[in-house]
């Protein structure tokens, strides 16, 4: 009976050696791997310092103190070099997390000029900062004129006024007509001055300016109609209504100081507070005003103080201008 030959020193050397060339095949594949996980690391990381150089110097010296100070007050973390591959997805995520922050950083403020044309004389003219803080000095007159014509010019209609008011209300009328129309023609394409919030502020105003100067007294001209003797009194208050409507035209002032605009929004913003402010004082009036109103109500009440505590609306007035 033949028994099972042992195996020649040849054949188990060849087995050790594949076994170990295996060995060394799957360590050289994780090598490699390891490797290349490292180039496209330090890739990126090269890519993301020149891509922060060239932010703070498109945002100047302003713009990277802020980048410095945004970064020290967030709670997140550059990777080393000799950290696991896997904090590569998270730095990735956080970087751009980061990127998008340095835009909204970067981006630029709205302004009406990067709307408009490159090429023209109404564009031209539109940039032209003499036009602008010419504009803001007629605006400023006009403003004042007001009060001058409201004091001395008692005339309804602008056509019966002394000859200076008709003077004036057409040469105030004919230069914002033509501010107007310069800004119109200085537009790249209609769309973009519709979404300008001042640029339909204006034209609304201009508008009514035009209705008031022009077309109203045109109308009653032709209709033969003067100041005292007009049939329909509902024209009459509809010139009035437009005459109170420039007082509008003050507003155009606001884009001279946007301080003041910054002031507006904040009271906008506190307005809801004010209000729960205001309904909690009149509430606790109210309770105490009732409150008073049974006290006083008896017979040995004196009359002096039972007049001012009659009834729950008095008893409010009074507790609020006594404690005032």
Request: charged share 20%; glycine share 4%; aromatic share 12%.
């Given at each position: 009976?033949s028994g099972m030959e042992p195996s020649s020193p040849q054949s188990q050397s060849s087995t050790t050696?594949?076994?170990?060339?295996?060995?060394?095949?799957?360590?050289?594949?994780?090598?490699?791997?390891?490797?290349?996980?490292i180039r496209e690391y330090n890739r990126k990381k090269d890519e993301r310092r020149m891509s922060q150089?060239?932010?703070?110097?498109?945002?100047?010296?302003?713009?990277?103190?802020?980048?410095?100070?945004?970064?020290?007050?967030?709670?997140?973390?550059?990777?080393?070099?000799?950290?696991?591959?896997?904090?590569?997805?998270?730095?990735?995520?956080?970087?751009?997390?980061?990127?998008?922050?340095?835009?909204?950083?970067?981006?630029?403020?709205?302004?009406?000029?990067?709307?408009?044309?490159?090429?023209?004389?109404?564009?031209?003219?539109?940039?032209?900062?003499?036009?602008?803080?010419?504009?803001?000095?007629?605006?400023?007159?006009?403003?004042?004129?007001?009060?001058?014509?409201?004091?001395?010019?008692?005339?309804?209609?602008?056509?019966?006024?002394?000859?200076?008011?008709?003077?004036?209300?057409?040469?105030?009328?004919?230069?914002f007509t033509f501010e107007w129309l310069v800004r119109w023609m200085a537009f790249r394409k209609t769309?973009?001055?519709?979404?300008?919030?001042?640029?339909?502020?204006?034209?609304?105003?201009?508008?009514?300016?035009?209705?008031?100067?022009?077309?109203?007294?045109?109308?009653?001209?032709?209709?033969?109609?003067?100041?005292?003797?007009?049939?329909?009194?509902?024209?009459?208050?509809?010139?009035?209504?437009?005459?109170?409507?420039?007082?509008?035209?003050?507003?155009?002032?606001?884009?001279?100081?946007?301080?003041?605009?910054?002031?507006?929004?904040?009271?906008?913003?506190?307005?809801?507070?004010?209000?729960?402010?205001?309904?909690?004082?009149?509430?606790?009036?109210?309770?105490?005003?009732?409150?008073?109103?049974?006290?006083?109500?008896?017979?040995?009440?004196?009359?002096?103080?039972?007049?001012?505590?009659?009834?729950?609306?008095?008893?409010?007035?009074?507790?609020?201008?006594?404690?005032?």
């Amino acid at each position: 009976m033949s028994g099972m030959e042992p195996s020649s020193p040849q054949s188990q050397s060849s087995t050790t050696w594949s076994g170990a060339k295996r060995v060394l095949e799957r360590q050289s594949t994780r090598a490699l791997a390891w490797g290349a996980s490292i180039r496209e690391y330090n890739r990126k990381k090269d890519e993301r310092r020149m891509s922060q150089q060239s932010t703070k110097k498109s945002l100047g010296v302003r713009g990277a103190a802020a980048e410095c100070l945004r970064r020290c007050c967030c709670f997140c973390f550059e990777p080393g070099e000799g950290e696991l591959p896997q904090a590569v997805t998270i730095a990735t995520d956080v970087e751009d997390l980061k990127q998008s922050v340095r835009q909204k950083l970067s981006k630029q403020t709205y302004s009406v000029k990067d709307y408009y044309k490159s090429q023209g004389i109404f564009q031209r003219i539109a940039r032209s900062n003499y036009f602008e803080n010419f504009t803001l000095f007629i605006i400023a007159v006009n403003s004042i004129w007001i009060a001058i014509d409201t004091d001395n010019n008692d005339k309804t209609i602008i056509t019966e006024a002394a000859i200076e008011f008709q003077i004036a209300e057409n040469l105030f009328c004919a230069f914002f007509t033509f501010e107007w129309l310069v800004r119109w023609m200085a537009f790249r394409k209609t769309r973009y001055a519709i979404r300008d919030a001042w640029f339909v502020f204006d034209t609304l105003l201009v508008s009514l300016m035009i209705l008031e100067t022009w077309i109203t007294p045109a109308i009653l001209s032709m209709l033969s109609m003067s100041g005292e003797g007009i049939g329909d009194a509902s024209i009459l208050r509809l010139v009035r209504l437009l005459r109170l409507a420039r007082m509008t035209r003050v507003a155009k002032l606001l884009r001279a100081f946007p301080e003041v605009l910054i002031m507006i929004k904040g009271i906008s913003a506190a307005a809801r507070s004010v209000f729960f402010t205001i309904f909690l004082l009149v509430l606790v009036l109210y309770i105490f005003g009732i409150a008073f109103t049974q006290v006083c109500a008896g017979p040995d009440t004196p009359s002096d103080l039972r007049a001012k505590f009659q009834t729950v609306p008095e008893s409010m007035l009074t507790l609020l201008f006594h404690g005032v």
